[in-house]
């Protein structure tokens, strides 16, 4: 058994589909990672410092050349050296400019109105290094260069205006097209962390399911390890039934043999031999039950339709528990229903191995008193099936059993309940819990498609009731089409019998030959009926009247059958005995040859 049911690729899919998941996790997590790093304060401050930077250093330029005009305007020209304070200020502009020339402002910079500023910024270089030579002049004490000095850093005024004016306007741009990178990173780091949130909560849903998944294999895998181990217990069980099963007939075949090999034969050779081939047949029985079981559980036992008659097969079956019910005292009787079609299309081996179960089981059950068998058409709603070649249609067959003994025990009659068409129940009885014949037959029956059901009742018996599915012919063969039995007219049987169960059947085989019965339910002997024919049973009362009442229909010449054993060996009664099983064709030979020469009696006076 596979722990999973479900198609491998399907499994195999599912495994791939959450490997790729985690992946997708991971390459969600390490992308809002990198964002967020890329993003990171550390990043935008340093961007912050570069853009002040640029921005400062070039006002600065602005104002340290302002600075640098008022102190040559106001140069004190009396002063016969200046000790270097031109130059001061001087280099104090030139340092702006390097500033503005140099790392990663100057980089900023250059990319400003597509390099406008860069240009600016280099005129506006060359401009002041061309005032370095007038200025040493200037330095030396000759302010004649001084006018002229004036006059050059005022004309670079507008270079620095207008590189200011650049600088900012760029700085504008850049903080703002840095503006929207941030709020652009900032959107994707929202939309990622959505969809690893969501990512986040479906990898819980797969852990959940996935623990809860892991708790049911669990589960399962604990189930099927106490399957395993019952599995081994009830091979040990079935092993030890087996041998139960086998040890009584090979013991019984042994001491038969045994017995008939002893130096002085015994008496009852014949009755040992019986004996040594009932034995026989019961092991060959017992090893083709086996071998049943062993094909239905591995769901290779086939079924051989095949149509005959219905009746013979039936009352065979009863017919070979006659020994066994004969040494037990029970008496039985078999009706199939003539409602039935003469000839059916079913498999008859298997039928009569559910009815030699049911008959086994209630022989078991029964001590005393009587087993019934009714074959009747059910009213359970035929499969729906495909009609083979033939055949017109599919009905129903019940098979019902019913004994007078001490009823199944609790446990036994709990294991036979399990239906294995339910989803929850697939597995019949275990023989070693219901017995061979049993467990066999419930699955048999289920096998057919039919339908199991009893009833119990402590010290009042039980009833088995079987429906099995059957085909009809579409012709019944010639031998099928019965004469109607001529009896004389208003022809009736007077039916003496305590116990309802034997009345009923009697009464419907009686019916069923187109009789007309009268039921003499407290046994009475007493004939105030002009019956045609007598069948005397069960009755307590006929130690007192049963002499009388043989003397009286003697004189009327009325026949009578009796199974009574009282009534059969009455020394001067002239009754036709009936044997058990009683079944209709026994009944009907000997009422036809009882009618009949009654009829030619009435015809010859």
């Known amino acids: ?88 200020e001087y280099d104090l502009l030139m340092s702006r400019v390097d500033l503005l020339r140099e790392g990663d402002v100057a980089t900023l910079v250059r990319n400003f109105e597509s390099g406008r500023t860069t240009r600016l910024l280099n005129i506006i270089n060359g401009e002041l290094e061309l005032l370095s030579f007038q200025l040493s002049k200037i330095e030396g004490g000759d302010f004649a260069y001084l006018p002229t000095l004036v006059e050059r850093i005022k004309s670079i005024d507008t270079q620095i205006n207008e590189f200011v004016t650049l600088v900012n306007k760029g700085s504008n741009n850049y903080i703002s097209s840095q503006h929207q990178k941030l709020q652009k990173n900032l959107d994707d780091i929202q ?41 081994h217990e009830d091979k040990a069980r079935t092993l030890a039934f087996v041998n139960q099963e086998t040890r009584r007939p090979i013991h019984a075949i042994l001491g038969a043999a045994s ?13 040992l031999s019986k004996h040594i081939e009932e034995s026989g047949h019961q092991l060959l029985q017992i090893i083709e039950m086996l071998s049943d079981l062993s094909l239905i559980d591995a769901q290779k036992l086939t079924l051989t339709q095949t149509t005959e008659r219905l009746q013979p097969h039936i009352e065979n079956c009863l017919t070979q528990f006659d020994g066994h019910m004969a040494r037990k005292g029970l008496q039985s009787m078999v009706y199939v229903d003539p409602a039935l079609p003469p000839y059916i299309s079913v498999d008859f081996m298997r039928i009569k191995e559910i009815l030699v179960a049911l008959v086994k089981n209630a022989i078991a059950h029964t001590s005393s008193g009587s087993i019934s068998l009714q074959v009747r058409p059910s009213a359970s709603a035929a499969p729906s099936l495909p009609l083979p070649s033939g055949i017109s249609e599919i009905r129903v067959l019940q098979i019902a059993l019913r004994d007078t003994g001490q009823g199944m ?124 024919l007598i069948i005397v049973g069960n009755s307590p009362k006929f130690e007192r009247d049963g002499h009388d009442a043989l003397q009286q229909w003697k004189s009327r010449a009325c026949p009578v059958l009796s199974y009574n054993p009282q009534a059969i060996n009455h020394p001067e009664s002239s009754v036709k005995a009936l044997h058990f099983p009683l079944t209709q064709s026994q009944l009907e030979r000997l009422i036809t040859s009882l009618l009949t020469d009654l009829k030619k009696r009435s015809k010859n006076q």
Not at 259 to 271: E, F, G, I, R, W
Not at 481 to 494: F, H, R, V, Y
Not at 515 to 524: E, P, Q, R, T
């Open 259 to 271: 017995a008939l090999n002893n130096p002085t034969p015994p008496n009852n050779t014949a009755a």
């Open 191 to 231: 939309l990622l962390s959505i969809m690893l949130l969501a990512c986040l909560f479906c990898l819980c849903f797969f852990i959940i399911k996935g623990v809860s998944e892991l708790k049911r294999v669990v589960r399962r895998n604990n189930a099927l390890n106490v399957n395993i181990q019952a599995v």
């Open 409 to 532: 025990p609790d446990e036994l009659q709990q294991s036979l309940r399990a239906n294995p068409t339910l989803p929850m129940q697939k597995e019949g009885p275990l023989p070693s819990t219901v017995g061979l014949d049993l467990a066999l037959c419930h699955k048999l029956v289920y096998l057919m498609q039919g339908e199991m059901h009893f009833s119990c009742a402590p010290q009042k018996g039980c009833e088995f009731w079987v429906d099995i599915p059957f085909y009809v012919p579409e012709k019944q063969p010639e031998d099928a089409k019965q004469n109607a039995l001529m009896w004389p007219e208003n022809t009736q049987i007077l039916l003496i019998e305590t116990d309802p169960q034997l009345a009923k059947i009697i009464s419907l085989q009686l019916t069923a030959l187109q009789l007309d019965v009268i039921l003499a339910k407290d046994g009475s002997l007493q004939d105030n009926h002009n019956s045609d």
């Open 1 to 88: 058994m596979r722990l999973f049911q479900k198609k491998m690729w399907l499994s195999v899919f599912k495994q791939w589909l959450l490997y790729g998941f985690i992946v997708l996790v991971i390459v969600i997590t390490l992308a809002v990672f990198s964002i967020i790093t890329h993003t990171s304060d550390s990043s935008k401050n340093n961007s912050r410092r570069v853009f002040e930077s640029a921005l400062w250093n070039a006002l600065q330029l602005q104002l340290q050349s302002y600075r640098f005009l008022n102190y040559l305007i106001e140069l004190d020209q009396t002063a016969t050296s200046l000790n270097g304070d031109a130059f001061f």
